[in-house]
C-alpha cells in the first residue's frame, strides 16, 4: 500500500509542477511585458485557471504529510530554508495576483508577482537538488544544511527555472490572441527553451558523474532527464513555426518529467543518507502505519479522481482565448 501511495504523491507533484509551473512561468514573465495592458492579459490567460491550479500543492503537501510523514519531516528538516521561501512565495504571489487590480500600485505588485514566481521555481529546484544529493541523516535526525551548500544542488535550481519559465511563455503563446505580448512571449520560448535544455544536459551529467549514493538507479533517471531536455528542444522549434498548442504541450512534458526521473533514479529509496548508508529512507520506511494508509485509501483517495474531473472540466470550459475577460 506504501508504494501505491508513493505513486498518488508522485501524480499529485507531477500536476503541481506542470499546472502550478505554469503560473510561475507567467509571473516570471511580467517584467518582460510592457504596460498594465499586455500585463493585465497575461494574468487574464491564466484566470479561469490560477486557484485551480495552485490547489496541487496543497494536495501534495498534504499527501505527503499524511501519508509520508517521515519524508515530509527529514527533507524539510535538511533544506528548511528554501521550505520557507516556498511558503512565503506562495502566500506572495496568490496575494499579488488577487490584489493587484484592487489598488492603484499595480507595478509594485508585478515585482511581488515577479519576484515570488521566482523564489517558488528555484525554491522547489532546490528541493529536488536536496533528494538527489542526499541528505545528513544520523541517529533518527538531520545534522545541518550540507545539501543546500552544494553547487549541483543550485545548478539543478536554476535548470528548473529555466523550464518553467520557457513553461509559462509556452502558454502565454498559446492562450494570447496576435500582439506584442504574443509576440514576446514567442521569443522568450524560441530563444529560452534550447537553452532550458542545454542546462539540463548538463544538470544530469553533473549528477551522473557525481554519483551519489542514493541514485541507484542513474540510467532511469538520466533517461527520463534526458526525454525532459528533449521536450525543451521540441517546444523551442515549435515557437518558431508558431505552433503555441505544440510547444505548451512540449513545456508541460519537460517540467513533468523531472518528477519522474527523480523518484526513478532514487526508488525504493526516498531520501538517502550522505552520513550512515543505514539510515537511508526507503518508501516503506517513510510510509506511515498501514492503519492510516488505509483510512486514507477509504477517506482521501477518492478525491483525487473528483479534483482531477473538476480542473478538466475547468480547462475545458475555458478552452477558448477570450480578450474581453478579466479575472484580476
Do not use: K
Not at 507531477?14 to 517584467?31: E, S
Not at 514567442?186 to 548538463?202: D, E, F, Q, T
Not at 477517506?299 to 478538466?312: H, K, N, W
Not at 475545458?316 to 479575472?327: E, I, M, N
Amino acid at each position: 500500500m506504501s508504494t501505491a501511495w508513493y505513486l498518488i504523491l508522485g501524480f499529485t507533484f507531477v500536476a503541481y509542477f506542470v499546472l502550478g509551473g505554469l503560473d510561475q512561468g507567467v509571473a516570471m514573465l511580467l517584467p518582460a511585458l510592457r504596460g498594465d495592458g499586455e500585463r493585465r492579459a497575461a494574468l487574464n490567460a491564466i484566470g479561469p485557471m490560477f486557484l485551480g491550479n495552485e490547489v496541487w500543492v496543497v494536495g501534495a503537501v498534504g499527501v505527503m504529510a499524511a501519508a509520508f510523514p517521515r519524508l515530509d519531516g527529514e527533507l524539510f528538516a535538511a533544506a528548511y530554508p528554501a521550505v520557507v521561501a516556498i511558503v512565503l512565495a506562495l502566500l506572495a504571489l496568490n496575494a499579488g495576483v488577487q490584489l493587484r487590480s484592487r489598488g492603484r500600485r499595480r507595478a509594485g505588485f508585478d515585482a511581488l508577482i515577479a519576484a515570488a514566481g521566482l523564489v517558488l521555481a528555484l525554491g522547489w529546484g532546490l528541493l529536488f537538488g536536496v533528494l538527489l544529493h542526499g541528505v545528513p541523516l544520523a541517529g533518527g535526525r538531520v545534522h545541518g544544511l550540507a545539501p543546500l551548500a552544494d553547487p549541483q544542488v543550485w545548478f539543478t535550481a536554476v535548470g528548473n527555472v529555466l523550464l518553467v519559465l520557457a513553461h509559462g511563455a509556452a502558454f502565454l503563446l498559446w492562450r494570447l490572441d496576435q500582439g506584442p505580448a504574443r509576440d514576446r512571449a514567442r521569443s522568450v520560448v524560441a530563444r529560452l527553451a534550447p537553452v532550458a535544455a542545454g542546462v539540463a544536459v548538463l544538470v544530469v551529467g553533473g549528477w551522473y558523474l557525481a554519483a551519489p549514493s542514493g541514485i541507484r538507479h542513474p540510467a532511469a533517471g538520466t533517461a527520463l532527464a534526458l526525454v525532459a531536455a528533449a521536450a525543451a528542444l521540441v517546444a523551442g522549434l515549435a515557437a518558431r513555426q508558431d505552433h503555441g498548442g505544440r510547444a505548451f504541450a512540449a513545456t508541460a512534458v519537460a517540467c513533468a518529467l523531472p518528477v519522474l526521473a527523480a523518484a526513478s533514479a532514487l526508488f525504493p529509496s526516498v531520501l538517502a543518507s550522505t552520513l550512515d548508508p543505514g539510515a537511508t529512507v526507503t518508501v516503506g520506511d517513510a510510509a506511515a502505519g498501514g492503519d492510516t494508509l488505509r483510512l486514507l485509501s477509504i477517506g482521501a483517495a477518492p478525491l483525487l479522481p473528483v479534483l482531477v474531473a473538476v480542473q478538466a472540466a475547468c480547462w475545458w470550459l475555458f478552452r477558448r482565448r477570450s480578450s474581453h475577460a478579466l479575472y484580476w
